[in-house]
T-cell receptor, first 112, second 114 residues
Framework: DTAVSQTPKYLVTQMGNDKSIKCEQN?????MYWYKQDSKKFLKIMFS???????INETVPNRFSPKSPDKAHLNLHINSLELGDSAVYFC???????????FGSGTRLTVV | DAKTTQPNSMESNEEEPVHLPCNHS???????IHWYRQLPSQGPEYVIH???SNVNNRMASLAIAEDRKSSTLILHRATLRDAAVYYC???????????????FGKGTHLIIQP
């Protein structure tokens, strides 16, 4: 049973396209996140959702939009993809109390 | 979140204990100390966290200095599978209603020699 699952694992697409990455957690956690890891391996937070409400948005271009149909899902939609969007994107979740975060295995996005 | 300082890399031998240091001299009273690791081509993995007292779990131990300005992650018997980047992160439990994320630094690249 995968706790935090992301699909697809790999995504290759052309500049200008619109794409979505899906994330689901079966842990019953309250908050979900999206992180971006660039080619230099720095992990940066993009969004968090708590009870279907966007809590933070860290200077991410508005081409990126998180969508949460329910507490267990936080999808990432990206419009007008650019070369600089190439990275590995990680979904994560955590419970309402102070505890560890659980990360997905990542989606490697390549924009050509 | 307050900043942490870790060595860029460390080497250890297989089956020996590993002590990974982390300095956090500006830690606040509500900052939890979290440790995560990232194995090659995988997502970050939670290791352990604590506030004031030392903590043990099946993966590791966390030793927290009395003044909380530093901490050490202890892997009791390293295996090749423990080779990863280890991140020490402070998280304020009372900021953003508890809904904020983790701020990752560069971490320590742990190399395990067979």
């Amino acid at each position: 049973d995968t706790a935090v699952s992301q699909t697809p694992k790999y995504l290759v697409t052309q500049m200008g396209n619109d794409k979505s990455i899906k994330c689901e957690q079966n842990l019953g956690h309250d908050t979900m996140y999206w992180y971006k890891q660039d080619s230099k391996k720095f992990l940066k937070i993009m969004f968090s959702y708590n009870n279907k409400e966007l809590i933070i948005n860290e200077t991410v271009p508005n081409r990126f939009s998180p969508k949460s149909p329910d507490k267990a899902h936080l999808n990432l939609h990206i419009n007008s993809l650019e070369l600089g969007d190439s990275a590995v994107y990680f979904c994560a979740s955590r419970p309402g109390w102070e505890s560890g975060y659980t990360f997905g295995s990542g989606t490697r996005l390549t924009v050509v | 979140d307050a900043k942490t300082t870790q060595p860029n890399s460390m080497e250890s031998n297989e089956e020996e204990p590993v002590h990974l240091p982390c300095n956090h001299s500006t830690i606040s009273g509500t900052d939890y100390i979290h440790w995560y690791r990232q194995l090659p081509s995988q997502g970050p993995e939670y290791v352990i966290h604590g506030l004031t007292s030392n903590v043990n779990n099946r993966m590791a131990s966390l030793a927290i200095a009395e003044d909380r300005k530093s901490s050490t992650l202890i892997l009791h018997r390293a295996t090749l599978r423990d080779a990863a980047v280890y991140y020490c992160i402070l998280r304020d439990a009372y900021s953003g209603g508890g809904a904020d994320g983790l701020t990752f630094g560069k971490g320590t690249h742990l190399i395990i020699q067979p």
